[in-house]
Structure formats: structure tokens, C-alpha cells
């Protein structure tokens, strides 16, 4: 599975962006589709997830009430939507993917595939 991240840029508190990720490669119905950030000095965090064969969603701490995570089959793409940003919402954010089946796999280790990341810059 190759993954290409994209949409992230700059924005200003309380703004809104979406990311995207595409996927290329074999169908992503056993996979659990990840979004992970980084922000400078830190450690890698989970972010969100969704289990692609039906759509089910989880999230990290800081995503609830304010991202939501999608998927379009049609396109392979998987998508974050981020709303009510904050500045310690800037990192890097990665699309990963996990072959898990009927499980979900949102540990930074579980991941088999990984995109190059995408820069979200909020300013205050």
C-alpha cells in the first residue's frame, strides 16, 4: 500500500482544514486506516482512525468533538476533516495503515504502511 498525505498549510486559530490520503495498491478493506501527528520535540500521537470495511471511527483525545474522520472507497482515499482549530494542533500529520482484518489497529507500532506526512501550521 503506497499512501500520498496532502492539504495541510496554514491556518489561523479556529479555522478549519481537511486532509486528504491517497492509497494505492490492494484493497483497503482489511486495513485500518490511521491519521497520527507529530508535533517538534514530541512524540508521534494517534490522532483518528477508521475501520474501512464498515466505516467504523475512533478517536484520540485531542480529535473528539472537533475532527472527524471519513473514507471514499470509490477514490481510496481517506480524509480528516479538522475543525475549531488550535495552535497545539500544529504538527505533521501522517496517514498509516494497518492490516488487521476485523480488528482495529491504532498503536504507532501496529502500523505496516505509513504516507510521508503533511504540515498543519495554526497560528494564533
Known amino acids: 500500500v503506497q499512501l500520498q498525505a496532502s492539504g495541510g498549510g496554514l491556518v489561523q486559530a479556529g479555522g478549519s482544514l481537511r486532509l486528504s490520503c491517497a492509497a494505492s495498491?490492494?484493497?483497503?478493506?482489511?486495513?485500518?486506516m490511521n491519521w497520527f501527528r507529530q508535533a517538534p520535540g514530541k512524540e508521534r500521537e494517534f490522532v483518528a482512525a477508521?475501520?474501512?470495511?464498515?466505516?467504523?471511527?475512533w478517536y484520540g483525545d485531542a480529535a473528539k468533538g472537533r475532527f472527524t474522520i471519513a473514507k471514499d472507497n470509490a477514490k481510496n482515499t481517506l480524509y480528516l476533516n479538522m475543525n475549531r482549530l488550535k495552535p497545539d494542533d500544529t504538527a505533521v500529520y501522517y496517514c498509516?495503515?494497518?492490516?488487521?482484518?476485523?480488528?482495529?489497529?491504532?498503536?504507532?507500532?501496529?502500523?505496516?504502511?505509513w504516507g510521508q506526512g503533511t504540515q498543519v501550521t495554526v497560528s494564533s
Open positions: 477508521i475501520r474501512w470495511n464498515d466505516g467504523s471511527p
Open positions: 495498491g490492494p484493497t483497503l478493506s482489511s486495513y485500518t
Open positions: 498509516a495503515a494497518a492490516l488487521a482484518g476485523d480488528q482495529i489497529v491504532i498503536s504507532y507500532g501496529g502500523m505496516d504502511y
